[in-house]
């Protein structure tokens, strides 16, 4: 009871006039803070001269809150009594209570972005040097004042929108009477506290109203200094009004710590606690536009200003909801994602003391580097490098993330390559030539060139590669000769088709950040055949497409060129790929649907057709013997005659190749397998 009667007193020491000495220890203990924090502690506090009582769900969370108000009040009277005397003289700020007389006239401060209110310090900065020097020698007086007054916004703009520096230069550049029509006429007499370069701390004591303009540079106004309007302390109205502001005021408290700052800064400088002030602190410590804030500053009417403040208040507590609701869902968030992470981490480490299972991408940079390991001396030292970025990126990733995903399958495909690794070639001419007769009779054209590219292998003792276009109608084993040559020269084979092929992509790759991007063709042929100089076999060149996604003809230009495939740069794997040890042999039907170009890249061998007698040679040596063994049937059993052979020839089969050829005897070995067939029955 007596420091509720302590704090009473010093809200309004006139009603406590018999107890002097207690008026005096409750304005050492900040009269303000002490109404806010009993009213936070417990259920009944001294507001205004009156108690007010407030009601709480939980009686054990009042005394708690009524125990810790106790403790604060006792620590604050040790304080108190230990250094009072010795605080007020080490204190840098000393507010002084100025008389009118001295204040008639005061150089103008224009505020940009909130007004200053009584009680409050506000540090601005001044780039107008001419006024700068005018503060520092009304500072050097034993009083220094001047008025702050808030800018007027421009017309036609949105005091809600934050705009740049652009206006608060407009503004330094105002001078006199143009700078006199932007303020608002009702300002605040401030102090000047302390100026550091160009920075000014200021510190509002009273209202004032701008009469007329007395200098212009810097701006020097003549002014009136305002007072509320009178009004009845024991009004019903304005006693609730500010009950339920300073109820207000102790929700959001309990939400803010740096409105208890505001709290005791105020106290310190403002005096004795009443319902003006009140509305001032409510108005000053909200985050309300500056219109709103200076229409409270202008308002002269007690109960008029607290209902303003009122509305701000209400309004920031508000925020103040919204603002702890937002940090509990988010810290909810981010505390679910913490315990699950630390539950998988926690899940490893027992699998991997188990040996049930390692860390994952610790498994795959293992496999990676073992990969790579063995590749290391022949493999270049660009790809390297980018094998060594990508593992360490690799480690830094989350596994969860599609980036992981990315890299992890861009360093298979760079591990993977044969990079340096080469078949041993076969240069015996003669083994190439038994071996290109058995499977194929004519096509001397072909064998020979193939034997002398394996001649100057032998000279040399390496191969280069070469692209050879094999060039004839359908059916006369252009597709097999090209098996042949690589089982001649000991390569390992690879066949695709560019028939109908309408997308750069597939020769090229796609790029990485695409979904589902691939290399091209010829990376994939260098994984398959886990050799670096293959022959590939390009089928069907002369019916390449040409679509919405490129032109592969193009493409083809720079894998053709035995100058510019020794750095074949796919799009996919980023690195230059060496492809000047591949064979090329293409095949095409009509070389003059091919672009010259190309054509031009590419050594030609053509293919015009068998004649009758190679014909018989074929279908007798190879075509006869591989469909007798396909139809199950014993040499023995049946025999087509050299008549019937020719025969089938002469009259049914008279194109260039021999694949109609071969299904006629296919038709035959056929009617006999079934007439045998019958004959079981």
């Known amino acids: 009871m007596l420091r509720a009667a302590a704090a009473a007193a010093a809200i309004f020491p006139a009603r406590f006039a018999a107890a002097p000495a207690v008026a005096a220890a409750a304005e050492l203990r900040s009269p303000l803070l002490r109404v806010l924090g009993t009213l936070r502690g417990g259920r009944s506090s001294v507001l205004l001269g009156r108690r007010a009582r407030f009601c709480s769900n939980s009686s054990d969370t009042e005394a708690a809150a009524a125990a810790e108000a106790e403790a604060e009040a006792k620590a604050e009277d040790a304080t108190v009594a230990e250094g009072g005397a010795e605080g007020n003289a080490s204190s840098a700020i000393v507010p002084t209570n100025p008389q009118i007389e001295d204040c008639l006239s005061v150089v103008a401060l224009p505020l940009p972005h909130r007004p200053l209110f009584p009680g409050f310090y506000m540090p601005i900065y001044v780039k107008d040097q001419k006024l700068l020097q005018a503060l520092i020698e009304n500072r ?16 036609g703009t949105d005091p809600n929108i934050v705009t740049g520096s652009d206006s608060e230069k407009s503004i330094d550049d105002l001078k006199g009477k143009d700078l006199l029509k932007r303020l608002h006429e009702v300002g605040t007499l401030a102090q000047i506290t302390s100026i550091q370069g160009d920075q ?20 020097t106004v003549k002014v009136d200094h305002l007072k509320e309007k009178p009004y009845n302390k024991d009004d019903d109205v304005i006693k609730a009004t500010s009950f339920e502001v300073i109820s207000t005021l102790r929700e959001v408290l309990r ?61 920031e507590m508000e925020i103040s909801k919204l603002q702890q609701s937002i940090a509990k869902a988010i810290e909810e968030k981010i505390s679910g994602d913490q315990r699950r992470y630390l539950l998988n981490e926690q899940l490893k480490a027992i699998k991997k003391e188990l040996g049930l299972e390692t860390d994952d991408k610790t498994a ?80 001397s054209d072909v064998k020979e060139r193939i034997l002398e590219f394996i001649a100057v292998g032998k000279l040399r003792g390496t191969s280069q590669g070469k692209i050879i276009c094999l060039s004839g109608p359908p059916g006369v084993g252009k597709t097999s000769i090209g098996r042949s040559i690589a089982c001649a020269l000991n390569r390992q084979f690879y066949r695709f088709s560019v028939g109908g092929l309408a997308d750069v992509a597939e020769i090229k790759g796609h790029r990485r950040t695409y979904v589902g991007a691939m290399p091209g063709k010829m990376v994939q042929c260098l994984k398959s055949v886990g050799t670096a100089n293959p022959l590939v076999l390009i089928d069907e060149i002369d019916k390449l497409g ?40 293409c095949t095409a039907n009509v070389i003059e649907m091919i672009p010259n170009p190309l054509l031009d890249r590419m050594e030609i ?73 019958h004959i079981l029955i």
């Open 605 to 677: 061998i053509a293919i015009a057709g068998y004649i009758t007698d190679e014909k018989m040679h074929i279908a007798r040596d190879y075509l006869e013997k591989n469909t007798r063994e396909a139809c199950g049937i014993k040499p023995e059993q049946v025999e087509v005659t050299d008549a019937a052979l020719l025969a089938l020839i002469e009259n049914y089969c008279r194109e260039a190749g021999v694949r109609n050829l071969q299904k006629q005897i296919e038709k035959i070995y056929r009617k006999v397998h079934n007439i045998k067939f």
């Open 255 to 315: 939400t803010s710590s740096l409105w208890k700052d505001h709290v005791q800064t105020y106290t310190q400088h403002i005096g004795d606690f009443n319902y003006p002030r009140l509305a001032d602190f409510g108005a000053a410590i909200s985050g309300a536009n500056k219109l709103l804030c200076q229409e409270v500053l202008e308002e002269l009417d007690v109960y008029k200003r607290l209902k303003l403040t009122l509305e701000l208040v209400k309004k």
């Open 140 to 155: 050097k007086r034993s009083a220094s004042y001047a008025g702050a007054f808030l800018v007027k916004d421009e017309e």
């Open 546 to 585: 040409r679509g919405h996604s490129g032109d592969p003809a193009s493409a083809l230009l720079e894998l053709l060129d035995p100058e510019q495939n020794v750095n074949f740069l796919d799009h996919y794997l980023d690195v230059p790929i060496d492809l000047s040890k591949v064979l090329f042999v």
């Open 364 to 443: 795959l940079s293992a496999k990676f580097r073992e990969r790579i390991e063995s590749k290391k001396d022949k493999c270049p030292p660009h790809v390297l490098q980018v094998i060594e970025e990508e593992l360490t990126k690799l480690q830094l990733l989350e596994a969860s993330s599609s980036e992981f995903n990315v890299t992890r399958n861009y360093l298979d495909w760079l591990t993977v390559l044969p990079w340096g690794n080469y078949s041993d070639e076969n240069f015996d001419v003669h083994h190439a030539q038994k071996i290109l007769d058995e499977d194929h009779y004519g096509l």
């Open 200 to 219: 000014v701390v200021l510190l509002g004591h009273r209202r004032l109203r701008i009469t007329e303009m007395v200098e212009e540079d810097p701006l």
